[in-house]
């Protein structure tokens, strides 16, 4: 995750000035805007795969290239002067035990069968 310094204040439009010139620059890169997800840009170069999600002012990266999100962050840093933010977030997974957290693909089981109850119908299920 990554802090943009540079100031966007006494712009009339600084939130739609700023998603614009990101999307210019992203463009530029060779990254593709998502139709469905405009604040998510995609790149796939041979095995590696990118994604860059943007909120207002805060990207996040992921990707399975290690060089090519250094890369990456060297660019959006010379650029626009950013900070990376990611030892912060991980500070918070330390924090709360979650250092060693692996992601999964599905969390919940998958033959899990799902039924619709009438309004007047109580489950008998245990969310234990």
Not at 24 to 29: P, S
Not at 82 to 107: C, M, S, W
Request: glycine share 6%.
């Amino acid at each position: 995750m990554y802090e943009v310094v540079k100031v966007l204040y006494g712009l009339r439009q600084p939130g739609s000035e700023w998603n614009a010139e990101l999307n210019r620059w992203f463009l530029n890169q060779g990254y593709l805007r998502s139709l469905t997800e405009p604040c998510l840009y995609y790149n796939f170069e041979g095995q590696t795969i990118t994604l860059v999600l943007i909120y207002v002012d805060d990207i996040m990266v992921a990707t399975n290239s290690e060089d090519h999100k250094c890369k990456l962050f060297e660019k959006l840093d010379e650029v626009y002067g950013i900070k990376d933010q990611g030892k912060y977030a991980r500070e918070i997974l330390d924090t709360f035990g979650y250092e060693n957290a692996h992601a999964v693909g599905n969390p919940m089981e998958t033959n899990v069968r799902m039924v619709s109850l009438d309004a007047n119908e109580e489950s008998d299920l245990s969310f234990e």
